[in-house]
């Protein structure tokens, strides 16, 4: 069993994800509870002011994102007038948000952090969200995003109002991934060492921030992620589901961005303070990869 020494603080780099503008009306942590994936949607348009304020904050993240990439948010109708292609999977909404990667940017987690902050938002509007990895028709909303020639599309999302009534696909589909269900602390979450699971009562002041992270939504509900506390210094983990589907895109180490944006944003609110440093003399369990400690 792989035993964990408490590294030196020596960062080879620093992280800087965190931007102070995202301000919501209700409780971060309190959003991250309430939130649910949504695939059927009221057809009733959005408020032009909540559109505005969502697209606003879009652009002023666009301004202030640490890496290359870019994020808005289109109505359908008023651009190609069609139905966008979600094979099925979404109905009855014709709004989304698109983001979007350089094709030499591979900072998932950097961008699953980022997109996390930009579902938050939305939901404190009141809006339902879907994370849509894989099942959309790219070329669909290439066309609508105007992308440039060294862009590619990797997450998009419908935004609106849930409809009340579920139809038996999407019922059926949250059935099937387990979405309401999630992993226990104990194959979580550990201190100093693998071998040993970390109990709620000895995460003190961090146990809210950590209940956040095993919240967080994830591509298949797979939950990837893994956090060993060593000292006061968390150290984030991915944990690769074996024989996951692999695309041009990192989708697990996109899962590890919403974690790492849950665990920051929770610790923000509680007044917790910490950043975000990768350092250079962290031991990696077998078949882990280190992504990143908070500090």
């Known amino acids: 069993m792989l035993m964990l020494a408490r590294p030196k603080l020596c960062p080879i ?16 942590i309190e959003l991250i509870k309430t939130r649910r994936s949504s695939r059927t949607y009221e057809t009733r348009a959005i408020m032009d002011s909540t559109l505005k304020e969502l ?3 879009l652009a002023s993240l666009n301004l202030e994102a640490k890496i290359k990439a870019r ?54 509007l009141g809006l339902q969200t879907c994370w849509l990895g894989g ?9 609508i995003a105007n992308i ?18 579920q139809r038996m696909l999407e019922s059926a589909m949250r059935r099937f991934a387990g979405s309401d269900n999630r992993k226990p602390w104990s194959e979580l979450f550990f201190k100093e060492t693998i071998a040993s699971p970390l109990p709620t ?3 003190g002041e961090f146990s809210v921030p950590l209940e956040m992270v095993r919240l967080g939504p994830s591509a298949s509900n797979k ?5 060993i506390i060593v000292g006061d210094v968390f150290h984030f983990f991915l944990c690769r589901t074996k024989g996951y589907w ?11 961005g919403i974690a790492m944006c849950h665990f920051e944003l929770s610790s923000r609110e509680l007044g917790l303070k910490g950043s975000w440093q990768k350092l250079n003399d962290v031991a990696v369990p077998n078949e882990w990869e280190y992504i990143s400690s908070w500090v």
């Open 13 to 28: 780099s620093l992280l800087f994800y965190y931007e102070e503008n995202m301000k919501t009306k209700k409780s971060v």
């Open 55 to 57: 697209s606003d904050y």
């Open 71 to 124: 994020f808005l948010v289109t109505s359908t109708t008023e651009t190609s007038g069609k139905k966008m292609g979600t094979y099925g999977i979404i109905s009855g909404a014709s709004t989304f948000i698109i983001g979007m990667l350089d094709k030499e940017e591979n900072d998932a987690s950097a961008f699953g952090y980022l997109f996390e902050k930009i579902i938050l938002k939305a939901t404190d």
């Open 135 to 143: 099942t959309f028709k790219k070329s669909d909303f290439e066309k």
């Open 148 to 165: 440039g020639e060294n862009e590619k599309i990797v997450i998009v999302s419908p935004i609106g109002y849930k409809k009340e009534k």
């Open 201 to 203: 009562e000895d995460a």
């Open 223 to 227: 939950q990837p992620w893994r956090i």
């Open 246 to 256: 692999k695309t041009d895109f990192d989708i697990q180490k996109n899962d590890i």
